[in-house]
């Protein structure tokens, strides 16, 4: 489903600059590693969990439109299919 104010393209370079630039740095701790946040790339907000449908409906509660990016946090991707995730945090 497409967001009707961003495009995929800039609700995913919209995520990872908000990920790297502002929130990265808080977040990635050992008792968050391998956790799922989700960040509405308008805002800044996010919410961390283990449940990305959970933490997507969070943000959607205080912004029903809400374009939202999620990351696994520490490593390269959300989910693997087929292959592994491969961690970028030590």
Do not use: C
Request: charged share 30%; net charge negative; hydrophobic share 35%.
């Amino acid at each position: 489903m497409s967001y009707p104010k961003l495009s995929d393209e800039e609700i995913i370079q919209r995520g990872k600059e908000f990920y790297e630039k502002h929130i990265r740095s808080q977040v990635e701790t050992v008792e968050n590693i391998g956790k799922l946040i989700s960040i509405n790339v308008e805002t800044g907000e996010y919410e961390i969990g283990d449940d990305l449908l959970v933490t997507s409906r969070l943000l959607q509660a205080k912004q029903p439109d809400a374009a939202i990016w999620a990351e696994r946090i520490g490593y390269d991707a959300v989910y693997a299919v087929g292959g592994s995730l491969v961690r970028t945090v030590q």
